[in-house]
């Protein structure tokens, strides 16, 4: 396929607002490629140049493209920056000063020539980049010029998220019947290029044959909830019950000496905990092995566990090693994936955990979580108590005979937290999808309120639920309309529910945590709308911290659970 042709797929799906049109054009553009294609296709339709676990970034700022632009439009510098101002585009910057016809590259050239941008590094790099990126912009037309330039600020704006990859990909093959297994596939390896290139090239059948490989991120296993500790006995009898940890989860891959690690989100986050990576390579005793658990800083002097806002400095790409001395941190191992050439996750957690025990020496960072196994509801609530005191966000039960479900959310585990026991005292996590500019001394800003939205697994959308305008820094305002801004699209998204009308609309890409006084029912908002137009809403939300940046925009709090959380607080309310 030409890149030409893949940016006129781009064209229909950034002008289309409906969902279902955005499954068949992307069906349609599968159908179309080869299996040798298929996987770099996706990758740039999805904004990036492999899965996000490579760590591969492409490492230019906007100063460096429009550096490219001047050189391969033979235009000075400063008349592109002006340009720029006008359009506050630089894609379409791009298109406007670039006049060339192209050269009418295939996708495989173009991102080939954008993985050496990305993959140069050292001595003189900044100069190489810019000089490969010009030259490959000289190679295209305008409107090829416009996607690439978007496509390396980050900017491409057509939000396909990845269930709507695999819903393209089955009906791309007419039968939405192999989604399931097309799933199956990326949840055991987080590659949704790989899952694509097998299909075309060895059927289904391939597909089915997907297994668990180190070094190739399982998606992580997800939580149901229940409100009180008798309806999780009631729900799967006997189970093991843990400490529900206020982390950074992670999953441990070791290969031998070399060890990776991976957040929620499939980001590696391996320079961000040396000493995690130590422990491991020293005290897990197996060759090889995929491990997974929470990291929480602690204090040495008392060992009190810090909560999450602590951890999560360890985010930043400087300074870890004096972050390590303040702040050392404890991982709590609570399940095995994989060691030794057998997969675990086909086996009971019972198994899993024992395994899990024997394979880790004792030390002074990675240690079991806290676990005991009980049928009584009241050894539970005595200890969701403890652990309520001691700081812990609550605790977590499993099904003793329940395999590890990659990527799903189901009652193998259940979580209780503070709010399902019936006050909203807890927090929600919100995807923002638009912002409001806001008015009087908000104004300055730029951004007054941002609107969030709950995620509906049944359909793949995101319904709105909130406007959030408090809790933010005046720092963290300007901060956020920097960051909103980039990620801007000239209508609603196409995965967005939505009655209200924002200022600015955004993909969905950027998870916040919220508190709120409740949850009450309102026509203004679309999660868990009712035939008479009544969905549910956010009483007075307040910002919890900035941007959960180990979140994905999925893995914001559920249509389900809102509803469950409001049929909670009613009960409550009526006693």
């Known amino acids: 396929m030409r890149f030409l042709r893949l940016v006129e797929y781009f064209e229909r799906l950034e002008e289309t607002t409906k969902r279902l049109e955005m499954f068949d054009i992307l069906a349609e553009l599968f ?3 080869s299996a040798k294609e298929i996987d770099k296709i996706i990758y740039l339709s999805q904004g990036q140049l492999l899965p996000p676990f490579h760590g591969l970034e492409i490492g230019m700022s ?5 550096r490219a632009i001047s050189d391969a439009s033979n235009t000075p510098t400063k008349k592109v920056e002006d340009v720029f101002r006008r359009s506050g585009d630089l894609g379409e910057t791009a298109g406007e000063l670039i006049k060339t016809k192209g050269h009418n590259l295939p996708v495989e050239q173009v991102y080939k020539e954008l993985l050496m941008v990305a993959e140069t590094s050292g001595a003189g790099s900044v100069e190489k980049k810019v000089g490969l990126l010009s030259a490959l912009l000289k190679g295209v037309s305008s409107k090829e010029a416009k996607y690439i330039a978007r496509f390396v600020l980050g900017r491409l704006r057509l939000g396909i998220g990845d269930p709507t990859v695999l819903e393209a990909l089955a009906l791309s093959q007419g039968d939405r019947a192999l989604r399931p297994a097309l799933e199956r596939a990326y949840n055991l390896c987080s590659d949704l290029g790989l899952v694509a290139k097998t299909l075309l090239k060895d059927t289904i059948e391939g597909v089915k044959r997907f297994h668990v490989k180190v070094g190739y991120p399982i998606r992580m296993a997800l939580c149901e909830r229940l409100p009180s500790s008798e309806e999780i006995i009631q ?14 989860r992670v999953q441990i891959h070791k290969d031998k000496e070399h060890i990776e690690m991976f957040s929620r989100n499939l980001e590696r986050t391996t320079h961000m905990f040396p000493e995690i990576r130590e422990a491991t390579r020293d005290f897990i005793q197996a060759e090889t092995a995929i491990i997974e658990g929470e990291a929480l800083a602690y204090n040495e002097a008392t060992g009190e566990l810090f909560p999450f806002q602590i951890t999560i ?8 090693e004096e972050l390590a001395k303040e702040y050392p941190l404890r991982f709590f191992a609570f399940d095995l994936l994989y060691a030794d050439g057998e997969d675990y996750t086909p086996r009971p957690f019972s198994e899993r955990r024992e395994r899990l025990k024997r394979l880790i020496k004792k030390n002074t ?12 509801p009241a050894d539970i609530a005595k200890y969701f108590e403890e652990a309520v005191e001691r700081g812990l966000e609550g605790v977590v039960a499993k099904r003793l005979d329940a395999p590890y479900a990659a990527g799903s959310r189901n009652f193998n585990w259940i979580k209780l937290k503070r709010s399902y026991r019936g006050e909203l005292s807890d927090t929600i996590d919100v995807c923002i999808v638009g912002y409001f500019r806001g008015k009087g001394s908000r104004a300055r800003f730029g951004v007054g309120a941002l609107l969030g939205a709950v995620y509906d697994e049944k359909t793949d959308t995101f319904r709105t639920v909130s406007k959030v305008g408090s809790g933010f820094s005046e720092e963290e305002f300007t901060e956020l309309k920097m960051m909103l801004d980039r990620i801007a699209i000239p209508h609603r998204h196409p995965r967005v529910d939505s009655v209200m009308e924002a200022d600015v609309w955004v993909e969905p890409r950027y998870v916040v945590t919220v508190t709120a006084d409740e949850i009450t029912r309102s026509p203004t908002h679309t999660a868990g709308r009712d035939k008479e137009g009544v969905g549910y809403a956010l009483r007075f939300p307040r910002a919890v911290g900035f941007l959960r940046e180990d979140k994905k925009p999925e893995d914001a709090n559920s249509v389900k659970e809102i509803i469950e959380m409001f049929e909670q607080q009613r009960k409550v309310k009526v006693s």
């Open 31 to 33: 159908k179309e490629a």
């Open 62 to 66: 906007e100063k460096l493209l429009i």
């Open 235 to 248: 729900k799967i009898g006997k189970a093991a019950v843990e400490a529900k940890y206020d982390g950074f």
């Open 313 to 320: 400095q360890r985010k930043r790409k400087h300074g870890i």
């Open 365 to 376: 960072v990675i240690e079991p979580s806290e676990l005991f196994i009980t049928d009584r």
